[in-house]
């Protein structure tokens, strides 16, 4: 069964799901797989899996458990290789919203947001800083591409004072239309996520010290659906599991979260989908994220970290990523 390097050859779903070298694929030859057989083996928990590991019964295992990995095997006599998760935090902001409709306070809110100081608080330091949905290692995606938004408190205080914001009486204010608009902002976050609820708070104080109010709105349930169905604030604290494929959608397409309408961001979603040049397509997408970053409709967070764990006798390339950790397989060997 299968059309890759390796077969099904028994299956004991409690137990072993054991793979052998499919040698009618079609590259077996180029490829030449060191190891005939693979061996999966199943486990009911975490702990017995770790168990396993230390004993010297699994070569290699993957897990998204980063804070516990050090905790259960130590931090010596193994091999370990990080990366990016499918796990994307951000914020969206609603640019239909009073305060947010103005790109500049937009901007100003990017630059308030500690990033580095939640993962580290919330979690760990074991997720990684990230901007754009693209950044966990597309090939579409442009690392030297627009603004980089880097936390910079004197920066987003002076974006205001640039576009004509006078901090008094605490608050920021304006005059906009003969109305004098303060700035205060509603965050809204599920409150049945009790993480996201911490990162809120953090998000919360960081906004606070650059002088933008913020009341924290925290729901849960048909609440929180009626909330977001309605668009009913000012900035959404959420996440999204990015797929294989990328797709952005989300952020630039209709009925997104942020409210949000561009109109060359959309011709160019309409025209990815029947661009086959590789160059061409890259050239598209890296507009997508130039838009992006100076719209400032979005504010990505963090993805999660994936940890690969190998024993010292596993030898070959590992190279693990974001889709999948067998990359360069048929390179390992197990030393005797």
Same mark, same amino acid.
């Given at each position: ?61 993957? /897990? ?14 193994? *091999? ?21 409709? *103005? ?10 947001? *500690? ?19 693209? #950044? ?11 603004? *980089? ?35 205060k902002l509603t965050l809204l976050v599920d409150s049945s996520n009790e /993480? ?12 606070? #010290? ?127």
């Amino acid at each position: 069964m299968g059309t890759g390097m390796y077969k099904l050859q028994t299956i004991d779903i409690n137990s072993q799901i054991e793979l052998k070298t499919n040698t009618n694929w079609w590259n077996i030859e180029e490829k030449a797989p060191k190891i005939e057989e693979v061996y999966i083996k199943v486990y009911s928990s975490a702990s017995e899996i770790y168990n396993a590991y230390k004993l010297g019964s699994i070569d290699i295992l993957n /897990t998204s458990r980063n804070s516990s990995v050090e905790e259960n095997i130590g931090t010596i006599g193994y *091999n370990i290789k990080e990366n990016y998760g499918r796990n994307f935090d951000y914020l969206a902001l609603n640019v239909e919203s009073e305060a947010m409709s *103005n790109k500049e306070v937009r901007q100003a809110v990017a630059y308030a947001i *500690n990033k580095q100081d939640i993962i580290n608080s919330i979690y760990g330091g074991k997720y990684i800083q990230a901007d754009y949905p693209l #950044e966990y290692g597309s090939y579409l995606y442009n690392i030297a591409a627009g603004t *980089n938004y880097e936390y910079n408190m004197e920066q987003a205080k002076r974006i205001l004072v640039d576009n004509g914001w006078e901090y008094k009486s605490k608050y920021w204010q304006k005059k906009i239309d003969k109305k004098n608009v303060r700035l205060k902002l509603t965050l809204l976050v599920d409150s049945s996520n009790e /993480t996201r609820v911490n990162v809120a708070n953090m998000i919360k104080d960081d906004l606070e #010290e650059a002088g933008i109010q913020v009341t924290l709105r925290e729901a849960k349930g048909n609440t929180y659906d009626r909330y977001i169905e309605r668009k009913d604030y000012d900035i959404l604290l959420t996440g999204v599991t990015v797929g294989v494929k990328p797709k952005l959608n989300r952020y630039f397409g209709e009925g997104n979260l942020a409210n949000y309408t561009n109109g060359e961001a959309l011709n160019i979603l309409n025209e990815i989908y029947s661009i086959s040049d590789t160059n061409t397509l890259k050239e598209k997408y890296q507009r997508l994220q130039e838009i992006y970053q100076e719209d400032r409709a979005y504010i990505g967070l963090y993805f999660n970290k994936t940890t690969v764990i190998y024993s010292k006798n596993l030898a070959g390339t590992v190279s693990p990523n974001w889709y999948s950790y067998f990359y360069n397989m048929e390179t390992w060997y197990r030393k005797s």
